[in-house]
């Protein structure tokens, strides 16, 4: 929450796109962590279902052999290309850790985007156990491997719904400065959280606008919740 002449930090993994209509989304992008719980639960329905043709096939001999390998192709390299554009982005692994795979515009994904993504595993994987893909990851601002840089996709969180969040009670007050919609965008954010977050943390995220509100500590936080009522015209 900055005026225009100075950077504004980032204050989580959300990355917010502006929609060509003037929608405001935030995407909020998943880390590691939950994208490797989400691979391991793929990869144990993979060696399942490669075990299933196996049995299957085993019982034709050798005439099966040809069959066998279009199906380990199938599985390992069409199961999340398809599963990710015919399922709304999800395989069923991140369906349960409920992540998403979208267009880095908030769009969803296409067909181009999901192989250009899945094919470049390959070197995500090098030199083993994804060591690129994890180090590229903690590189990028929202958690991307180098197969979502190139196919320009974004692993998010799916949004729960939940009912509209209220603003603390605070007279209106105008900004001192001028700020930009996106730095107004992360104002009015932090108010509509501030229920969800300790003092502390409270203090600590609104001590980021002292340089231009003037104000530190509690009386900060307190004229931040003011100027996002002002904002939003309450």
């Not at 554009?85 to 769009?107: E, F, H, M, S, Y």
Request: some cysteine; charged content about 15%; overall charge positive.
């Amino acid at each position: 929450m900055t005026n225009a002449g100075h950077a504004r930090p980032m204050l989580d993994t959300c990355r917010e796109v502006v929609t060509p209509e003037g929608v405001a989304l935030r995407l909020p992008a998943a880390g590691p962590m939950p994208r490797a719980l989400a691979w391991l639960v793929d990869f144990a329905i993979r060696l399942a279902l490669v075990f299933a043709i196996g049995v299957v096939l085993g019982l034709m001999g050798r005439s099966g052999t040809g069959v066998y390998l279009i199906g380990l192709f199938v599985v390992f390299w069409c199961y999340p290309i398809l599963f990710e554009c015919l399922w709304d982005g999800r395989t069923p692994g991140k369906r349960l850790l409920r992540l998403q795979v979208i267009a880095g515009n908030g769009a969803p994904v296409g067909w181009l985007a999901a192989i250009a993504r899945n094919l470049l595993r390959v070197v995500d994987m090098l030199p083993f156990g994804y060591t690129v893909g994890l180090l590229a990851s903690f590189a990028d601002p929202w958690g991307r491997r180098l197969g979502d840089m190139v196919a320009g996709t974004l692993v998010v969180h799916e949004v729960q719904d939940r009912d509209a969040p209220t603003l603390p009670a605070a007279e209106a007050f105008p900004a001192p400065v001028t700020l930009l919609p996106a730095d107004q965008a992360a104002l009015v954010a932090f108010a509509e959280r501030a229920a969800h977050l300790t003092p502390a943390r409270q203090v600590e995220i609104a001590e980021l606008a002292t340089p231009w509100l003037g104000l530190r500590g509690h009386a900060a936080v307190q004229r931040l919740f003011a100027i996002a009522n002002g904002l939003l015209g309450r």
